[in-house]
């Protein structure tokens, strides 16, 4: 895995041994950052079941303002830190070991842009999106992979699918924030 472009571009990531982590591919990971390209700069990114911190890290290349990233495997929590110290965004960035539906449960700050990639199999995906909904600012963005079985609805909290990409098994969907009737957005 590597960095596709931006200040860290070519950065090679470490990855986890083992099928425990299934990392993004680089196909995938293309097509989202090319749907997202222009909702990068300036953002707070959160990473939730982070593995190797590829999502975030690529959002942080291409201009993020910071990134929380989250995973409760410690080998993973390990990985992540050694990426942004490769890639110099250590500064930029929170690495937190801890469950992800148990981190979106504590009061803490709001985020531009979430990205979800839970175990396929677990049926985390739909809670997760329910639950991270409610910490993104109006005009954020949801983000998440999924296995191509999976369905998921068309409007959680105040964000509507905007689409679904489909790359062989994996499929991409992002939300965006939709505006309550009478709402302006600036």
């Given at each position: 895995m590597r960095v596709i472009t931006g200040s860290a571009r070519g950065?090679?990531?470490t990855t986890l041994a083992g099928e425990?982590?299934?990392p993004?591919?680089?196909k995938v990971k293309e097509g989202l950052f090319s749907?997202?390209?222009?909702d990068i700069e300036g953002r707070r990114v959160l990473d939730l079941y982070a593995g190797s911190g590829?999502?975030?890290?690529e959002a942080l290349s291409r201009g993020a303002e910071s990134c929380v990233f989250v995973d409760r495997n410690p080998e993973a929590v390990a990985v992540?830190?050694?990426n942004l110290q490769k890639c110099g965004f250590s500064t930029q960035s929170q690495v937190v070991s801890a469950d992800a539906l148990a981190f979106l449960e504590r009061p803490k700050e709001s985020f531009d842009l979430v990205?979800?990639?839970?175990?396929y199999a677990d049926g985390l995906l739909l809670p997760t999106l329910q639950k991270a909904a409610t910490l993104v600012k109006d005009g954020g963005i949801l983000i998440c992979e999924s296995d191509s079985?999976?369905?998921?609805p068309d409007k959680v909290d105040r964000f509507t699918l905007d689409r679904v990409r489909r790359y062989g098994r994996v499929q991409i969907w992002i939300y965006r924030y939709s505006a309550q009737e009478g709402e302006k957005i600036e």
């Open positions: 950065c090679l990531l425990k982590t299934r993004t591919s680089e749907a997202i390209q222009f590829q999502l975030g890290i992540i830190r050694q990205f979800m990639d839970p175990p079985d999976v369905c998921l």
